[in-house]
């Protein structure tokens, strides 16, 4: 399951929009790669296309897409989205 904080909600729909997306059609997609304090970093894109192995979730309005290949982000019970302030980005916690 993820979860999107109200705070990355209003953040997603505004960045979506400065960037020509839809926030009610297009994905938020997030990518796992090496790197970051606990070996893994997150990457957040915009997307317009679902694609075949991808896993779709949708929370406070966001859709957000997985990829079902890789499946790091899906091996934990839960995953929050959130706009951390201090550093001006979207962020992913798991636990």
């Given at each position: 399951?993820?979860?999107?904080?109200?705070?990355?909600?209003?953040?997603?729909?505004?960045?979506?929009?400065?960037?020509?997306?839809?926030?009610s059609q297009d994905?938020?997609?997030?990518?796992?790669?090496?790197?970051?304090?606990?070996?893994?970093?997150?990457?957040?894109?915009?997307?317009?296309?679902?694609?075949?192995?991808?896993?779709?979730?949708?929370?406070?309005?966001?859709?957000?897409?997985?990829?079902?290949?890789k499946p790091t982000?899906l091996d934990r019970?839960?995953?929050?989205?959130?706009?951390?302030?201090?550093?001006?980005?979207?962020?992913?916690?798991?636990?």
């Amino acid at each position: 399951m993820i979860k999107v904080a109200k705070t990355a909600k209003e953040k997603v729909e505004m960045l979506m929009k400065e960037e020509g997306f839809n926030p009610s059609q297009d994905y938020v997609r997030v990518g796992v790669k090496s790197g970051g304090c606990s070996g893994l970093s997150y990457d957040l894109k915009f997307d317009r296309t679902l694609q075949g192995d991808d896993k779709l979730f949708e929370d406070n309005e966001v859709r957000i897409l997985v990829d079902k290949k890789k499946p790091t982000l899906l091996d934990r019970h839960y995953a929050r989205v959130f706009w951390w302030t201090q550093w001006k980005r979207l962020c992913v916690q798991q636990s």
